[in-house]
């Protein structure tokens, strides 16, 4: 199958089958594929934290609003997180980035505001939300991209101390009386012509 085709066939899934389960192999490379995401200067300002324990989940879910049920049923939780200590990344960046990228920080990054520096580290972990969830319509994997959960709870039943929480993606196989699926509901995206232009 093309990737186009993936993407054709992907949709925000409303509705997961808790019995069936993602091949650990799959979560594997998952893990990997999230490690390879891109970030600027290589800053990788993330945490990835794959929750499956049911117990844990269902912790998660009562802080998940109307994502209560996508995180109770789906196979696993992806929670993303940026850096919330400016300070040991700095650090971290020092032994570990050549000396230009940590010149292109301190010049360009460092200078601004801390809620503009930690802007910069959540527009990272964006970028490889994006991948995420592309890698898991290419493995045929369904996906939820949640922003509508409660950070702070995630970081207190995680143990995130020097992490935010910003997004979750629950993973799994939808239920096959989804509403939402493209057989049911056909996708809707504006035309190519509004949104592409070639210069």
Request: hydrophobic share 35%; net charge negative.
């Amino acid at each position: 199958m093309s990737f186009i085709t993936s993407m054709q066939q992907r949709y925000t899934t409303k509705k997961y089958d808790p019995t069936k389960k993602i091949d650990n192999e799959k979560i594997e490379e998952l893990k990997q594929i999230l490690q390879l995401s891109p970030s600027s200067i290589n800053s990788q300002p993330w945490k990835f934290t794959f929750v499956s324990d049911q117990k844990t989940k269902e912790k998660l879910s009562e802080v998940s609003w109307v994502n209560n049920e996508k995180v109770i049923n789906c196979d696993t939780v992806i929670v993303l997180s940026r850096v919330d200590n400016i300070e040991a990344f700095e650090n971290r960046i020092k032994e570990e980035l050549p000396e230009g990228a940590v010149t292109y920080f301190n010049q360009f990054i460092k200078t601004k505001p801390e809620h503009a520096v930690k802007g910069w580290f959540d527009r990272q972990v964006y970028l490889a939300l994006g991948v995420l969830l592309s890698a898991c319509a290419e493995m045929g994997i369904d996906s939820t991209p949640m922003e509508g959960i409660v950070p702070e709870e995630y970081d207190k039943i995680l143990g995130l101390d020097e992490y935010a929480t910003l997004v979750a993606v629950a993973i799994g196989y939808r239920d096959e009386d989804d509403f939402n699926q493209p057989s049911k509901k056909p996708k809707s995206r504006m035309s190519i012509e509004k949104i592409i232009e070639t210069v």
